[in-house]
Each structure stands twice: as C-alpha cells, then as structure tokens.
C-alpha cells in the first residue's frame, strides 16, 4: 500500500461487530476513559462522533472547572432530589417544555428576559397563564436551590444571590 493510500487514522476507535467503538483515554473524564458506541460503521461518521463528544466533555469540564452550571444541569439535579415525591413526574414534563428555551444557558443568565420567548410560544399554543405560572414556578424553585442549597466543594453556593423571576404579563405578546 503506498503513502497516499493511506489516510491518519483517529486513535481510539475499534471496530467491532461491524459498528465503531470508541475505547479512548481522556483526562476530563473520571477514570480517564472514554467507552461508548459510535452506532456507526463509516469510519468517517465514527471519527466525526468521536471529535465531537471529545469537545462536548471537555466544554464541560472547563464549565465545571469555572463552576459554571447549566439550567439543564441544575433542572436535572432537583429531578434527582424530588423522585421519591408523586409530583416529580409532572415536573419532569414543565422541564421538557422549558429546556428547550432556556436550558443550555448559565444559571447567572437566567431571568425573565430569557423566559419571555417561552412564555410568547406557551401563550401561541393557546396555554392559559396559570399554566405557564406553574413551568416558570419550577424554574424558580430551581433557581432557589442553586443559590440557597446546593453548593460547591468549596462550601459556596452554585449561584450567587439573584432576583426570583417573576413575569409580567403586560410583556406577553397575545
């Protein structure tokens, strides 16, 4: 086989049962190894995957390293907390309708100008208030725990004091 043949190979895939594997070392991770599926048999795709979930855990490395937390992260957290409650299945369902609108921002970037896209698309589909009252209440009560209970390592709060977001409903669009 010549030399341009032969293309770099990305270490850390293996082949297996005719899907790729990744099987690589990394240092953002606990026990420092990456082991997932690719569920792909194109090399090319399984290099790609790789790449990007390399980036993805070391982005969240650093946020965790800055102690910079996600509403997702936060959302998914008080999840956690309340599953023994016989409301955390409907709470879980106001986080789906939320996350999409909010969750990949910081906690510190979270008020009610963030909400209000949320708000004008829950009013669009024809949701009475009260019902969107509720969602934004969860968001509340997460954002609560973030800066009143749940700490860091270092025994400082996930967020520093902030405002409650309360909505004003003279901003929604109708």
Known sequence: MSKQNKRNKMSGLRLKGGIYQIQKRCKHLEGGWLR???????????????I????????????????????????L?????????????KMAEHLDQ????????????????????????????GLFPKSINNVIGLAATVLNRTSRVWRNDDGT?????????VYHWKHAKR
């Open 36 to 50: 997932e599926s690719t569920k792909t048999s194109c090399r090319s795709e399984a290099e790609s995957y790789l």
């Open 52 to 75: 990007r979930r390399l980036a993805e855990i070391e982005e969240a490395a650093g946020r965790a390293k800055e102690n910079v937390y996600l509403f997702e992260e936060a959302g």
């Open 157 to 165: 709060p996930l967020v520093g004091d902030y405002e409650q977001p």
């Open 98 to 125: 939320l996350l999409p609108f909010i969750g990949d921002l910081p906690l510190e970037q979270i008020h009610e100008g963030t909400i209000r896209p949320f708000v004008n698309h829950e009013l669009a589909r």
């Open 77 to 89: 957290r008080y999840l956690e907390d309340i599953a023994h409650k016989p409301s955390a299945e």
